[in-house]
C-alpha cells in the first residue's frame, strides 16, 4: 500500500527511495511538500522559496501527482520543460504507480509548419548555401516525426537560420483555413494538451497565452485546478514583456517577406503589392538609420526633438498604411493574402499607440540594435493585471524558486505580483555551505565607476585563476565590460578561454565541462539557469552587484512614479532586484553536495555601503576573507576528498 501523504513518500521508506541511487530524506523538502499538498487542497495561493539541493522539484511533482487534480506547471526555460518532462515526472510516476497522464505543450514557433515547410521549398531564394540541403532534411524528418518538435532534429540546431521560415508566429498561421490544419503539430499538441491530467508549458507561452490569447491554451486554462511556476522569480519581467505591446522592423520585414511568397502563389494580380513591398522595406531601413549608428535604449519621449526620427516615423506610418490598403484590396485572392492584411492593420495600430497615444500607466520606449528596431510599451506594474487572472476562477497558484526572498523577506516579489495575502515558506540549501565555500572580497578595488575597473578586476582575477587551475565563470553585468575583460584575458591566461558569443549557450558549456580547466565568460544568460556539478567549475568571480543601468527607460519610469507616490525607488525597487539578480549568480556555484568553491565578490559596495549588509544577508553562510593566501589555501587543501565520487542526489 502507498504511503498517503507527500511527506511520507519523500521518506526512506518511499517508492523514491528505491529509484534513487544515494537517496535521503531531507526534511525541507518533506516540508515543502507538506505545504504544497495543503494549498492543492486549499485552492490557496503559496509561496516557497527553497534552496539548491533542498530537491523543489520532487517537492512539489510528488503532491502534484497524488492530488488526482488537472494540473499545469510553467517552467523558466524549454530546456527545464524538456528536463521535467522527459526525466523528472516519469520517474515520480512510475514510482507512484499513479495513472496519471501528461502533456508537454510549446509556442507555436517549436513546432514545424508544414504549410510553411511548403513555402520554403517554393522559395528561389533559398537555392543559396546549405539552405536545400536542411530543407531535405526536414522533410524527410516531417514524414516520421509524431509531434514536430524542432527540439527532436539532432542534425540541425535550434538556432539555425532556417527553422523561422519552416515555423509559424501567431501573426503567419492561417488558422482553421490553412490546407494542413488537420496535420497540424501545434493542434495536435494542444488537443493532447487539452485531455491530459498534468500539462508542461513554460513561462513565456503562459503569458503570451493569456496577454494575447494567441497560443492557444485558453481553452486549457480555464479547466486546470492548480497552476505551479517553477523559477518563479522570472515572472514580473516575463509578464511586464508580455502584458505590453511592441513592434519590430523584424515584424515589418517577415510582414514583406510574406505578402511577395503569397502573392506568388496565388498570383493576385495587384501590381502595386511589389511596390509596395518595397517602400515599406525601405521606410523600415530609414527609421533604423534615422535613429544613428549606434544601437540605443532609451524613453520614446526623449526623441521629442529628434526631427529626423519624427520624419522617417511619419513616412514609415504613410507607407504602412498604404500597403495596408493594398493588402485590403488582395485579402480576396487567398486566405494568405487575407491573413497579411490583418497582420499590416495589426502591425500599424501597434505603431500608432506607442507613438501617439501611450496610456499614463505605461512607459513608451525602443531599443535599436545594429540593424534592427523595436518599439514597446511596457505596463509600469502587472500586479493589477496579474490579480484578475489569479481571481478567475478556483485554482490553486504555487510560486517556487531558489531565490525569492531578500534576508528571509518575500515582500518585493509578493508586491510586484500583488501576492501579499499568500502564504510563504522558506527552506535553506541543505549544502554544508561553512565547509564546502569561501567567499573572497578583494581589497583595493576602485568604485565600479572608474574607466579602469574592469581592467583592475581582471588583474584581480589572475592569481585567482592560477590558483583554481581555471575551473572558473567570469560574470559581468555589462557586454562592455565582457568585451574589455576578453581583450585584456586573451594573452594573458594559461587556459581555454571560452566567451559569450562565440558559439551557442549549450555549445559553450558542453565544452566547459569536457575540458574541465576552462574560464568562461559571460554576462546575464549565465547568471541563472547554469547546472555544471564537479569540479569543473569550482570559482565563480562576479565583476560588480548587479544593479540595473540606470538609463534603462523601465526602471526609469518606475522609479519616476514610486517617487511620485512619496516611495523609495531604490529601496523597493532597484535593491531587491540586484539582490535577487545576485543570489542568481552565486547559486552557479555549487550545485551538488561534494561541490567545493570560492565566491569572488569583487564590487567594493558590497562593504563599504549599508545596503552591502542586505546583499551578504541574503546570500548562503558563507566563509568571508580578504586574503588571497585565504584563497590558495582553500584551493591547495582536501583535493583527495574533492575527487570522491558523486553521490546522486533528489532532483
Same mark, same amino acid.
Given at each position: 500500500?502507498?504511503?498517503?501523504?507527500?511527506?511520507?513518500?519523500?521518506?526512506?521508506? @518511499?517508492? %523514491?527511495?528505491?529509484?534513487?541511487?544515494?537517496?535521503?530524506?531531507?526534511?525541507?523538502?518533506?516540508?515543502?511538500?507538506?505545504?504544497?499538498?495543503?494549498?492543492?487542497?486549499?485552492?490557496?495561493?503559496?509561496?516557497?522559496?527553497?534552496?539548491?539541493?533542498?530537491?523543489?522539484?520532487?517537492?512539489?511533482?510528488?503532491?502534484?501527482?497524488?492530488?488526482?487534480?488537472?494540473?499545469?506547471?510553467?517552467?523558466?526555460?524549454?530546456?527545464?520543460?524538456?528536463?521535467?518532462?522527459?526525466?523528472?515526472?516519469? %520517474?515520480?510516476?512510475?514510482?507512484?504507480?499513479?495513472?496519471?497522464?501528461?502533456?508537454?505543450?510549446?509556442?507555436?514557433?517549436?513546432?514545424?509548419?508544414?504549410?510553411?515547410?511548403?513555402?520554403?521549398?517554393?522559395?528561389?531564394?533559398?537555392?543559396?548555401?546549405?539552405?536545400?540541403?536542411?530543407?531535405?532534411?526536414?522533410?524527410?524528418?516531417?514524414?516520421?516525426?509524431? =509531434?514536430?518538435?524542432?527540439?527532436?532534429?539532432?542534425?540541425?540546431?535550434?538556432?539555425?537560420?532556417?527553422?523561422?521560415?519552416?515555423?509559424?508566429?501567431?501573426?503567419?498561421?492561417?488558422?482553421?483555413?490553412?490546407?494542413?490544419?488537420?496535420?497540424?503539430?501545434?493542434? =495536435?499538441?494542444?488537443?493532447?494538451?487539452?485531455?491530459?491530467?498534468?500539462?508542461? &508549458?513554460?513561462?513565456?507561452?503562459?503569458?503570451?497565452? %493569456?496577454?494575447?490569447?494567441?497560443?492557444?491554451?485558453?481553452?486549457?486554462?480555464?479547466?486546470?485546478?492548480?497552476?505551479?511556476?517553477?523559477?518563479?522569480?522570472? %515572472?514580473?519581467?516575463?509578464?511586464?514583456?508580455?502584458?505590453?505591446?511592441?513592434?519590430?522592423?523584424?515584424?515589418?520585414?517577415?510582414?514583406? =517577406?510574406?505578402?511577395?511568397?503569397?502573392?506568388? /502563389?496565388?498570383?493576385?494580380? *495587384?501590381?502595386?503589392?511589389?511596390?509596395?513591398?518595397?517602400?515599406?522595406?525601405?521606410? +523600415?531601413?530609414?527609421?533604423?538609420?534615422?535613429?544613428?549608428?549606434?544601437?540605443?535604449?532609451?524613453?520614446?519621449? /526623449?526623441?521629442?526633438?529628434?526631427?529626423?526620427?519624427? !520624419?522617417?516615423?511619419?513616412?514609415? /506610418?504613410?507607407?504602412?498604411?498604404?500597403?495596408?490598403? &493594398?493588402?485590403? +484590396?488582395?485579402?480576396?485572392?487567398?486566405?494568405?493574402?487575407?491573413?497579411?492584411?490583418?497582420?499590416?492593420?495589426?502591425?500599424?495600430?501597434?505603431?500608432?499607440?506607442?507613438?501617439?497615444?501611450?496610456?499614463?500607466?505605461?512607459?513608451?520606449?525602443?531599443?535599436?540594435?545594429?540593424?534592427?528596431?523595436?518599439?514597446?510599451?511596457?505596463?509600469?506594474?502587472?500586479?493589477?493585471?496579474?490579480?484578475?487572472? $489569479?481571481?478567475? #476562477?478556483?485554482? !490553486?497558484?504555487?510560486?517556487?524558486?531558489?531565490?525569492?526572498? *531578500?534576508?528571509?523577506?518575500?515582500?518585493?516579489?509578493?508586491?510586484?505580483?500583488?501576492?501579499?495575502?499568500?502564504?510563504?515558506?522558506?527552506?535553506?540549501?541543505?549544502?554544508?555551505?561553512?565547509?564546502?565555500?569561501?567567499?573572497?572580497?578583494?581589497?583595493?578595488?576602485?568604485?565600479?565607476?572608474?574607466?579602469?575597473?574592469?581592467?583592475?578586476?581582471?588583474?584581480?582575477?589572475?592569481?585567482?585563476?592560477?590558483?583554481?587551475?581555471?575551473?572558473?565563470?567570469?560574470?559581468?553585468?555589462?557586454?562592455?565590460? $565582457?568585451?574589455?575583460?576578453?581583450?585584456?584575458?586573451?594573452?594573458?591566461?594559461?587556459?581555454? $578561454?571560452?566567451?559569450?558569443?562565440?558559439?551557442?549557450?549549450?555549445?559553450?558549456?558542453?565544452?566547459?565541462?569536457?575540458? @574541465?580547466?576552462?574560464?568562461?565568460?559571460?554576462?546575464?544568460?549565465?547568471?541563472?539557469?547554469?547546472?555544471?556539478? #564537479?569540479?569543473?567549475?569550482?570559482?565563480?568571480? *562576479?565583476?560588480?552587484?548587479?544593479?540595473?543601468?540606470?538609463?534603462?527607460?523601465?526602471?526609469?519610469?518606475?522609479?519616476?512614479?514610486?517617487?511620485?507616490?512619496?516611495?523609495?525607488?531604490?529601496?523597493?525597487?532597484?535593491?531587491?532586484?540586484?539582490?535577487?539578480?545576485?543570489?542568481?549568480?552565486?547559486?552557479?556555484?555549487?550545485?551538488?553536495?561534494?561541490?567545493?568553491?570560492?565566491?569572488?565578490?569583487?564590487?567594493?559596495?558590497?562593504?563599504?555601503? @549599508?545596503?552591502? /549588509?542586505?546583499?551578504?544577508?541574503?546570500?548562503?553562510?558563507?566563509?568571508?576573507?580578504?586574503?588571497?593566501?585565504?584563497?590558495?589555501?582553500?584551493?591547495?587543501?582536501?583535493?583527495?576528498?574533492?575527487?570522491?565520487?558523486?553521490?546522486?542526489?533528489?532532483?
Amino acid at each position: 500500500m502507498l504511503p498517503v501523504t507527500s511527506k511520507d513518500i519523500l521518506g526512506i521508506d @518511499g517508492p %523514491l527511495a528505491g529509484r534513487l541511487e544515494g537517496y535521503s530524506p531531507r526534511r525541507a523538502q518533506q516540508e515543502m511538500a507538506s505545504c504544497i499538498e495543503q494549498a492543492l487542497a486549499d485552492y490557496s495561493v503559496f509561496i516557497a522559496e527553497s534552496g539548491t539541493g533542498t530537491g523543489k522539484t520532487y517537492a512539489y511533482l510528488v503532491p502534484v501527482l497524488l492530488s488526482g487534480k488537472k494540473i499545469l506547471i510553467s517552467t523558466g526555460t524549454r530546456h527545464l520543460q524538456d528536463q521535467l518532462y522527459h526525466r523528472d515526472l516519469p %520517474l515520480v510516476r512510475d514510482a507512484l504507480a499513479v495513472p496519471v497522464t501528461t502533456a508537454l505543450l510549446k509556442g507555436r514557433s517549436n513546432y514545424l509548419c508544414r504549410y510553411r515547410l511548403e513555402q520554403a521549398e517554393m522559395d528561389t531564394h533559398l537555392a543559396a548555401g546549405r539552405a536545400p540541403s536542411e530543407l531535405v532534411m526536414i522533410r524527410e524528418w516531417s514524414g516520421r516525426t509524431r =509531434h514536430g518538435d524542432i527540439a527532436e532534429m539532432s542534425g540541425l540546431s535550434e538556432d539555425a537560420e532556417l527553422w523561422p521560415l519552416v515555423t509559424s508566429t501567431a501573426d503567419n498561421c492561417l488558422g482553421s483555413n490553412c490546407s494542413y490544419y488537420d496535420e497540424c503539430f501545434v493542434n =495536435h499538441a494542444r488537443r493532447e494538451a487539452l485531455a491530459a491530467d498534468v500539462v508542461i &508549458v513554460n513561462h513565456h507561452l503562459f503569458f503570451a497565452d %493569456l496577454a494575447l490569447r494567441e497560443e492557444g491554451f485558453g481553452q486549457l486554462l480555464p479547466g486546470v485546478e492548480a497552476v505551479i511556476f517553477d523559477e518563479a522569480h522570472q %515572472l514580473p519581467e516575463i509578464a511586464s514583456n508580455f502584458l505590453g505591446i511592441s513592434l519590430s522592423s523584424h515584424q515589418l520585414t517577415n510582414l514583406c =517577406h510574406d505578402a511577395i511568397a503569397e502573392d506568388l /502563389k496565388e498570383h493576385s494580380g *495587384i501590381d502595386a503589392l511589389p511596390f509596395g513591398v518595397q517602400r515599406l522595406e525601405k521606410a +523600415a531601413a530609414d527609421f533604423r538609420l534615422a535613429f544613428g549608428v549606434e544601437p540605443r535604449r532609451d524613453a520614446w519621449e /526623449k526623441l521629442e526633438y529628434a526631427k529626423s526620427v519624427h !520624419a522617417a516615423l511619419a513616412e514609415l /506610418k504613410a507607407r504602412l498604411t498604404d500597403f495596408s490598403t &493594398v493588402l485590403d +484590396a488582395a485579402a480576396g485572392k487567398g486566405q494568405g493574402l487575407a491573413n497579411c492584411a490583418r497582420r499590416a492593420s495589426d502591425l500599424l495600430d501597434r505603431l500608432m499607440t506607442i507613438s501617439e497615444s501611450p496610456p499614463s500607466e505605461y512607459v513608451a520606449w525602443f531599443e535599436t540594435t545594429p540593424r534592427r528596431f523595436t518599439l514597446f510599451l511596457t505596463p509600469l506594474e502587472i500586479a493589477t493585471a496579474f490579480q484578475r487572472h $489569479l481571481r478567475d #476562477g478556483k485554482k !490553486a497558484w504555487i510560486f517556487t524558486s531558489a531565490t525569492l526572498a *531578500i534576508k528571509q523577506s518575500f515582500a518585493h516579489f509578493q508586491a510586484r505580483l500583488g501576492l501579499e495575502q499568500a502564504e510563504t515558506g522558506l527552506w535553506d540549501s541543505p549544502f554544508d555551505f561553512a565547509r564546502q565555500t569561501l567567499l573572497y572580497i578583494p581589497p583595493g578595488l576602485p568604485v565600479p565607476s572608474a574607466p579602469e575597473y574592469t581592467d583592475r578586476v581582471i588583474d584581480v582575477a589572475l592569481p585567482i585563476l592560477r590558483a583554481s587551475r581555471g575551473r572558473a565563470f567570469i560574470l559581468f553585468t555589462s557586454h562592455r565590460a $565582457l568585451k574589455a575583460a576578453t581583450v585584456r584575458l586573451r594573452d594573458r591566461l594559461d587556459y581555454p $578561454l571560452l566567451v559569450q558569443g562565440d558559439a551557442p549557450r549549450s555549445e559553450l558549456l558542453r565544452r566547459f565541462r569536457e575540458l @574541465g580547466n576552462a574560464v568562461l565568460l559571460g554576462t546575464s544568460s549565465f547568471w541563472e539557469g547554469v547546472d555544471v556539478r #564537479g569540479e569543473a567549475l569550482s570559482c565563480v568571480i *562576479i565583476d560588480k552587484l548587479p544593479f540595473a543601468s540606470p538609463d534603462d527607460p523601465v526602471l526609469q519610469a518606475r522609479a519616476a512614479a514610486l517617487e511620485q507616490s512619496g516611495r523609495s525607488p531604490f529601496a523597493e525597487y532597484q535593491l531587491p532586484e540586484a539582490v535577487i539578480a545576485l543570489k542568481q549568480g552565486v547559486g552557479r556555484l555549487i550545485r551538488d553536495e561534494n561541490d567545493h568553491g570560492v565566491l569572488v565578490l569583487c564590487d567594493p559596495r558590497i562593504l563599504s555601503k @549599508g545596503y552591502g /549588509k542586505i546583499f551578504l544577508a541574503s546570500l548562503p553562510p558563507m566563509p568571508v576573507t580578504r586574503s588571497l593566501q585565504d584563497v590558495e589555501r582553500f584551493f591547495s587543501s582536501d583535493l583527495p576528498a574533492r575527487r570522491e565520487s558523486r553521490v546522486t542526489s533528489p532532483a
